[in-house]
């Protein structure tokens, strides 16, 4: 089994209030890891911790290290903005740029130094296939992306990011804010994305969890609980506090 992520003893501090503790997990490469638990469990802060987005808050101490391909993203001579290409990440709330759907795609390849009209073009169409979303804005690629659905905004903030070929997707709670239909469908893309990439998922929804990842992992009060294949935290937990947690007992 090859680890994409490894997360060593990993502590987070904002100010004074240790927010992660001593948080070891891996990630296995090509697969989806479901982060679960109860609110303020430090899910979103662990999993912005994958691509050092809580360098930008003030305050933040890190202790402990967070491997990609067996190499410490937190080395003081790691290259930031190459790690935000390496791995991408969804919110919440999709955030589209107020720019045309194209621009948006075009967007990040654009920043990186390319020009060429016709490589545009194809990474474009590429990014919004394997978005799950050319077939619906093709014939509008230059209309306004905020004219979109919200399901269609997330799935191009998810093409926005795989134009720059990423290697890992982080997305924190990116149905949160969607209709059940829109949910479906970037249930399905996760499937399917994951063929190619290692993606690492927040959600507060147990069964999307169920659904869409092969390993989840607990998190409870800044602590790793449990982490395991999902088939065996749903159905055999280790840990009584899983298992409440699970049925619905607290959270
Ligand atoms: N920027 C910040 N400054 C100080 N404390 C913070 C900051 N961000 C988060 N925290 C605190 O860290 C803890 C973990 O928060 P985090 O947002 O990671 O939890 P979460 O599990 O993602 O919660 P939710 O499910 O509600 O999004 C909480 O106690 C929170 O109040």
Redesign the pocket.
Known sequence: MEYKIQANKLKLY??N?L?LNKISIQVVKNSVLALI?P????????IKTLNRMNDL?EGVKIEGEVLLDHINIYHPDTDVVMLRKRIGMVFQRPNPFPMSIYDNVAYGPRIHGLTNKSALNSIVEKSLRGAALWDEVKDRLHTSAMGMSGGQQQRLCIARLLAVEPEVLLMDEPCSALDPISTMKIEELITELKQNYTIVV?T?NMQQAARVSDYTAF?LN?ELIEHDQTDAIFTRPQDKRTEDYITGRFG
């Open positions: 904002y100010g209030v927010a638990g609110s303020g469990c430090g899910k979103s802060t662990f808050v927040v507060h998190f800044g």
